[in-house]
């Protein structure tokens, strides 16, 4: 294999390729059959699992670095080849990994979860402009999936840049804003790794919340067990979608804005409405 990720077949049998991000310590494995009289070359790219990762990853890559949407024979070939690649290294479960995934039907996830026959994990890699780094990962349970979900999302983007603003303009609070294609929430509980701005915040002092902007309404994210890796990945947990903003503190208003309380979707918590 040379440095731009191309393998040359010189004979058969079968190999694990395994690679690791200089950027963000991400890795990946991809099983490579070649059979007699194959010949020829074949190349593959992508990022796998974090740090926190388990079990062997494989990966299925887009041919572009615009989001694209994921179809079921890509889920399911994704979802199979992540739980050879497990299965060959004695992993126990598999990781299907995909970059610039756009919007994902219910039945795709769910066929991904059949596919692999045997725990699997997903995770779609939202990257920056250039291609090269990851901004912000998503990663569920296809097995536990129960609508169909956008998985785009961004820290750079202008939806997350107006939304830092928004919030910079009410309250005093140093913030940082994730924007997910998905609105509402992910329909389970799932896992971010992102890479944003927490410059001159005293990240022992983390709240998270998520914005509603067409009802103009936040809620907090009681839960996040929030840590940050090595690389400077923010690492949270939300069942709720929309934009995220990560506070220093508790919000400190620069006047009186909260003017009533509306129940959240689920009844448990006060969703605030200003």
């Known amino acids: 294999m040379d440095g731009t990720g191309k393998v040359t077949a010189i004979a058969a049998g079968s190999a694990t390729i395994t690679a690791t991000t200089v950027d963000g310590g991400f890795t990946a494995a991809c099983a490579v059959t070649v059979t007699s009289g194959t010949g020829g070359s074949s190349s593959g790219s992508?990022?796998?699992?974090?740090?926190?990762?388990?079990?062997?990853?494989?990966?299925?890559?887009?041919?572009?670095?615009t989001p694209s949407d994921v179809s079921q024979s890509q889920a399911t070939d994704a979802a199979a080849k992540a739980a050879a690649a497990a299965k060959a290294s004695g992993g126990s479960i598999a990781t299907a990994n995909m970059k610039n995934a756009g919007n994902i039907t219910l039945s795709a996830l769910q066929a991904?979860?059949?596919?692999?026959?045997?725990?699997?994990?997903?995770?779609?890699?939202?990257?920056?402009?250039?291609?090269?780094?990851?901004?912000?990962?998503?990663?569920?349970?296809?097995?536990?999936?129960?609508?169909?979900?956008?998985?785009?999302?961004?820290?750079?983007?202008?939806?997350?840049?107006?939304?830092?603003a928004f919030f910079e303009k009410w309250f005093k609070n140093k913030?940082?804003?994730?924007?997910?294609?998905?609105?509402?929430?992910?329909?389970?509980?799932?896992?971010?790794?992102?890479?944003?701005?927490?410059?001159?915040?005293?990240?022992?002092?983390?709240?998270?919340?998520?914005?509603?902007?067409?009802?103009?309404?936040?809620?907090?994210?009681?839960?996040?067990?929030?840590?940050?890796?090595?690389?400077?990945?923010?690492?949270?947990?939300?069942?709720?979608?929309?934009?995220i903003i990560i506070s220093e503190g508790r919000w400190s208003a620069n006047s009186i804005i909260i003017t009533t309380y509306t129940k959240s979707e689920q009844g448990a918590k006060p969703l605030l409405r200003f």
């Not at 692999?116 to 912000?136: C, I, L, N, R, Y």
């Open 46 to 65: 992508g990022s796998g699992s974090g740090s926190s990762g388990s079990g062997s990853t494989t990966t299925t890559t887009t041919t572009s670095n």
């Open 175 to 243: 913030v940082s804003t994730i924007n997910f294609g998905q609105q509402g929430d992910f329909g389970q509980l799932v896992e971010i790794a992102a890479k944003v701005d927490l410059t001159g915040m005293d990240t022992k002092n983390l709240y998270f919340y998520s914005y509603d902007k067409k009802t103009n309404s936040y809620r907090r994210i009681e839960k996040p067990a929030y840590w940050i890796d090595k690389n400077g990945y923010l690492h949270f947990d939300t069942p709720y979608a929309g934009d």
């Open 112 to 164: 991904m979860a059949k596919a692999a026959g045997m725990p699997v994990k997903f995770q779609a890699d939202s990257m920056s402009a250039d291609g090269k780094t990851v901004e912000v990962r998503i990663t569920l349970d296809p097995a536990k999936s129960t609508k169909d979900l956008n998985l785009t999302a961004s820290t750079s983007n202008g939806r997350a840049k107006s939304t830092k």
